[in-house]
C-alpha cells in the first residue's frame, strides 16, 4: 500500500425489494477506486455498510462481487466480523478463494452480555490467525465491538498476523500514543477515520478509513500533505468539522448516503425502519456540502463523466 493512504468502505446500495443493487455498485466501486484514491478496498467490513442486514448467503454475495468489481486494481480487505469465531474463520476462507489482501476484523463484545476480557480476545484472534494465511486488520469501534484500551491493543497489535488497525475513536490522547507504540515501532499500520485524519498522518500514522464521498475530500488532504501544502489540509480536514457531524442523528450511513446522492452518485435509502436524511435536514447538509471541495470545479467534472 502507498502510505498514508484510505481503505475505503463502499456503502451498499438497496433495491426496492432490500437486495444488493450490484450494478450501483459496481459503479460506486469505480468511483472509490478511479476518483477516491482507495489504497485499499474494505469489502463489507464496518457498519455503515449495512451488511448486517444481509443473510450469511448474501453477505457472502456481496463479499464475491465487491472483490470482483475492484478486478485488482488495488487490494481488498474482507470484512469477516462475527461473534462465532468459527463463521468468521469461514469467511477468511471465502476471502482467501477471492484473493483477497487481508481480512478485517472487530473486536467482539460477548453475546451472553460483559466486556469481553484479553485473554479472550487474544483467543480469539489468535484462532483466526492461525486458520487463515492472511493478515489481520484489527478493527476497533466500541458500541458494534468491544471498547479495548490502549494496553490493550497493543498487546493485540503484537500478534503475528496483525498487520494493520482500524481505529474508530476521535481521542487524540489514544491515537497519538497508539501511532507511536504500534505504528511507528512496526507492529502493525494504524489506520484512524475523517475526523483524526491530518493529525494523524502528521504524527506518522498510516492514514484513515473511511466510505465516499468523504474519501475524495481525504485523498485531496493527503496529496496536500505530502505536497508541503500544509494550510491546504488543514482548510480540507475542517470540511470534517461540520459534515457529517451534524447529521449523525440519522447515523453515519444515512448522513453519507443522503451525501452521495448530492454530489450525483445516489445510492438508495439505508435498510428500513432506518430513516433517511429529509426535509430541512437534507436542504442543509446540500448548502453545506456546495461550500465544500466536493463541489469543486474537479469533482464536478467527475460526476459528469460518471452520470454520462
Not at 484510505?6 to 469505480?30: G, K, M, N
Not at 484500551?149 to 493485540?156: D, F, Q, V
Not at 430541512?280 to 471541495?293: G, I, K, S, V
Not at 466536493?294 to 459528469?304: A, N, S, T
Request: charged letters at 20%.
Amino acid at each position: 500500500m502507498k502510505i498514508p493512504g484510505l481503505v475505503v468502505p463502499p456503502l451498499t446500495p438497496f433495491s426496492a425489494d432490500l437486495t444488493v443493487d450490484f450494478d450501483t455498485l459496481r459503479s460506486e466501486i469505480d468511483y472509490i477506486v478511479e476518483d477516491c484514491g482507495a489504497t485499499m478496498v474494505s469489502a463489507a467490513g464496518v457498519e455503515t455498510t449495512e451488511y448486517h442486514y444481509l443473510s450469511y448467503e448474501q453477505r457472502r454475495e456481496l463479499i464475491r462481487r465487491t472483490v470482483e468489481f475492484v478486478d485488482g486494481r488495488v487490494p481488498v480487505v474482507v470484512g469477516i466480523s462475527h461473534a462465532n469465531v468459527n463463521t468468521a474463520i469461514e469467511l477468511a476462507h471465502l476471502s482467501e478463494e477471492l484473493g483477497a489482501a487481508a481480512v478485517q476484523v472487530l473486536a467482539p463484545l460477548r453475546p451472553f452480555g460483559g466486556p469481553t476480557t484479553l485473554d479472550e480476545l487474544l483467543a480469539y484472534y489468535g484462532a483466526i490467525g492461525a486458520a487463515t494465511k492472511l493478515p489481520i486488520m484489527l478493527y476497533l469501534n466500541p458500541g458494534p465491538g468491544m471498547e479495548v484500551n490502549p494496553a490493550w491493543t497493543l498487546a493485540l497489535a503484537k500478534l503475528p498476523q496483525v498487520a494493520y488497525v482500524k481505529e474508530s475513536s476521535r481521542d487524540l490522547a489514544r491515537v497519538s500514543r497508539l501511532i507511536v507504540e504500534i505504528d511507528l515501532a512496526g507492529h502493525a499500520r494504524y489506520f484512524t477515520t475523517m475526523q483524526m485524519l491530518l493529525a494523524s498522518i502528521q504524527l506518522g500514522g498510516s492514514g484513515a478509513t473511511m466510505p465516499p464521498p468523504a474519501a475524495y475530500i481525504a485523498n485531496a488532504i493527503i496529496d496536500a500533505f505530502k505536497a508541503g501544502d500544509h494550510l491546504r489540509a488543514a482548510e480540507l480536514q475542517r470540511q470534517f468539522a461540520v459534515w457529517p457531524a451534524r447529521w449523525m442523528g440519522y447515523g453515519l450511513a444515512p448522513a453519507l448516503k443522503a451525501a452521495m446522492a448530492i454530489v450525483g452518485l445516489p445510492l438508495g435509502d439505508p435498510y428500513p425502519p432506518f430513516k433517511p436524511v429529509a426535509g430541512e435536514d437534507l436542504a442543509a447538509m446540500e448548502a453545506y456540502l456546495r461550500t465544500t471541495y466536493l463541489f469543486g470545479d474537479e469533482h464536478q467534472r467527475v460526476m459528469r463523466r460518471r452520470a454520462a
